[in-house]
């Protein structure tokens, strides 16, 4: 889906925008759980889901990508599940670039044919929000930078579902800025006092191909732009300017002539995601770099042995 967020969806507490649109947000609630259907569980696969309660950006594939790495160091055969989106096929791109991709329009039939195929494990890249599927185990990703936004659930806010749903996930997972850490972690206890919650940061593999004393104009069409950022600032790199597209943002010609030229005008290289990389089909390409990065799990065998 190419979205944008609106601005008032990552304020700290709702404004009045948020309370005009609270009386769809509650039959959007409603309507969900009406339509919740009786929940498969007789897969002879093992099941994993990585997903995410606030909308985009919140490391679920980066997460989904880590736990196959390991599995695959185990000897454990798995395989990747996405649903398909006709408007998501970065995100099938990056998946097929690190493993076996099973998409269809119904998880359910991908899974079936991953079992099919003798796979062992299933790691379902988004879905939490499926009612059909009673997965092994669950994960829920949160960024730390953005968190839950103002805290409502859609159109007043960022969430998919109440934050209170947490407690119905095997584990938290928190990826990012490790700024804001303790708070939010005072926050999930204060809901989940038992909560299995685990940390991760993202690391920039291709470090070396980037010159650090260059100046740099940064651009993304992904789930969460700020987290980008904070990557590059992290790795000292230093970015003039930027500019952020909506979340799976297909550029046309136009798109990438308008940053090469705001990156001449800061006297700036361009650098972009991977994600973002994938999506270009021009000449300009040769001009532009990229972030290929990786996800760090801090206590990664714990987290492992409760996943598996």
Known sequence: MKFKKPKFWDLKKPNIYSYILLPIAFLIQ??????KKTKINDFKIKTICVGNIYVGGTGKTS??????????KKNIRSCFIKKFYKDQLDEQKILKNRGQVFSSKVRVDSIKQAEHENYEVAIIDDGLQDSSINYDKSIVCFNNINWIGNGMVIPSGPLREKLFNIRNYDCIFLNGNLENLE????????IHSKANIYIGQYKILNIDEINLSDNYFAFSGIGNHKTFLSTLKEHKI???????????????NKDL?????????????VITTEKDYLRIDNQIKKEIQFVKSELIIIDEEKFIKQII
């Open 257 to 269: 002539d308008k940053i090469i030229t705001f990156s001449k005008k800061f006297n700036s290289k």
């Open 183 to 190: 708070t939010i972690k005072k926050e999930i206890v204060k």
């Open 238 to 252: 230093n970015v003039m300017e930027d500019l952020e597209f909506p979340d799976h943002y297909e550029y046309t």
């Open 63 to 72: 997460l989904c990508i880590k736990i196959n790495e390991i599995l695959k």
């Open 30 to 35: 409603v309507f969900a759980y009406f339509k």
